[in-house]
């Protein structure tokens, strides 16, 4: 079946340092990436959308700039947390959809904490 | 803006019995799908089963079956022989084929932590 790859699964980093984390699907090409922030027992925020070869469309107060999305190729995306404060830590999840098919493949989500 | 709500923010059951989960949704377009996911422990998210708005048939998946009522924005999941292994936060999701740049974007609902006694 189809699967989406994300690493790293865990990170610490320290407060005002980047963080970048990968979502490679592995077996099929992703043309939309979903990306996501969970808080302990909370829901799924969807915070960015993005299709291979454009710029990625950001839910309403998620900053652009600070959670930047790249999705070069139909078979990566990526999510960089800038200058990452201790807030930003959470749970992060992608999610890929493959073109003409209803259905979503989640990565394994990415813990992130800044220290 | 379409909205899904899971009024139950924890629910319980004994090992072999049946429980159902519940999940209203509000929307203006008539072509959706409907989901619910399992996040188990390892925080994996699973698909558990999915139904299509213009299909009047209740999809059913082995134990999980849903009860789809299209007019009452109502997709309930029933979890019938629970496992232990069931023992998961289950979110319903909802996805519409409108366009747009959020074309098959998922909209979730709170989730409902289940928890399945011995």
């Known amino acids: 079946g189809a699967v989406v790859s994300q690493h790293p699964s865990w990170v610490i980093c320290k407060s005002g340092t980047s963080v970048k984390i990968e979502c490679r699907s592995l077996?099929?090409?992703?043309?939309?990436m979903f990306w996501y922030r969970q808080f302990p027992k909370q829901s799924l925020m969807l915070m960015a959308t993005?299709?291979?070869?454009?710029?990625?469309?950001?839910e309403q107060g998620v900053e652009k700039d600070k959670f930047l999305i790249n999705h070069a190729s139909l078979t990566l995306s990526t999510l960089t947390v800038t200058s990452a404060h201790p807030e930003d830590s959470s749970f992060y999840i992608c999610?890929?959809?493959?073109?003409?098919?209803?259905?979503?493949?989640f990565g394994s989500g990415t813990r992130l904490t800044v220290v | 803006a379409q909205t899904v709500t899971q009024s139950q923010p924890e629910m319980s059951v004994q090992e072999a019995e049946t429980v159902t989960l519940s999940c209203t949704y509000d929307?203006?377009?008539?072509?959706?799908?409907l989901f619910w996911y399992k996040q188990p422990p390892s925080r994996q998210m699973i698909l558990v089963i999915r139904?299509?708005?213009?299909?009047?048939q209740n999809a059913t998946e082995n134990r999980f079956s849903v009860n789809f009522q299209k007019a009452a924005k109502s997709f309930s999941l029933k979890i019938s022989d629970s496992q232990l292994g069931d023992a998961a936060m289950y979110f319903c999701?909802?996805?519409?084929?409108?366009?747009?740049?959020?074309?098959?974007?998922?909209?979730f609902g709170q989730g409902t932590i289940l928890t399945v006694h011995p």
């Open positions: 999610s890929a959809r493959r073109r003409a098919y209803y259905g979503y493949t």
């Open positions: 077996d099929f090409q992703a043309t939309t």
């Open positions: 993005s299709n291979e070869g454009s710029k990625a469309t950001y």
């Open positions: 929307t203006s377009e008539s072509d959706y799908y």
């Open positions: 139904q299509e708005a213009y299909k009047q």
């Open positions: 999701a909802y996805r519409d084929n409108a366009g747009g740049t959020s074309y098959g974007k998922l909209t």
